[in-house]
């Protein structure tokens, strides 16, 4: 396993054929391409709870990018969560695990080296029961804002992270 211990993940939560459920990895594949990768690393999976543990495992600062459905449901809204004002997206916390919450402190009771510079970024989406390769119209028609406001949030992470660690 290659050092982690100064470098970002941005990890997508989602499926590729699962309609919107997809955009996270869509979001953390297009910013692969278009962020200087330096000392980011991304990585996609569906997997949510106990599972994220080995992902995040030694990482300086992570990054999640998952779907959410909340009451006011505008498809395309972004959501920043930290861990404390953090509010259940779709695959953070699995139904068959544990919340997100308690994977991480089970995580640092095991011992795992899990960062205290996380940020969670919530899509709003209205329906995640779909199977389509594309997006819905809205979130298609949204995609290049939605990007862009991701791209910010993370660079504006990468450089609070860095700074902070240099210190």
Do not use: W
């Amino acid at each position: 396993m290659k050092n982690r211990t100064n470098r970002i993940l941005v990890l997508g939560l989602g499926n590729e054929i699962h309609q919107d459920v997809s955009i996270p990895v869509r979001l953390s594949d297009d910013l692969q391409v278009i962020l200087e990768a330096g000392d980011i690393d991304y990585e996609n999976t569906f997997v949510g709870g106990l599972e994220l543990l080995e992902f995040i495992n030694g990482y300086m600062g992570v990054v999640f990018i998952d779907t959410i459905k909340t009451e006011k449901g505008i498809p395309g809204k972004v959501h920043i969560f930290t861990v404390e004002d953090y509010r259940e997206t779709l695959h953070l916390s699995c139904r068959h695990d544990v919340s997100f919450h308690m994977s991480l402190k089970i995580g640092k009771t095991l011992g795992f080296d899990i960062s205290d510079k996380i940020m969670i970024i919530g899509i709003e989406i209205l329906e995640d029961l779909v199977f389509e390769s594309t997006l819905s119209e809205d979130l298609k028609y949204k995609y290049p804002e939605i990007l862009g406001k991701v791209r910010k949030q993370v660079e504006k992470f990468r450089k609070k992270t860095l700074i902070s660690t240099s210190i």
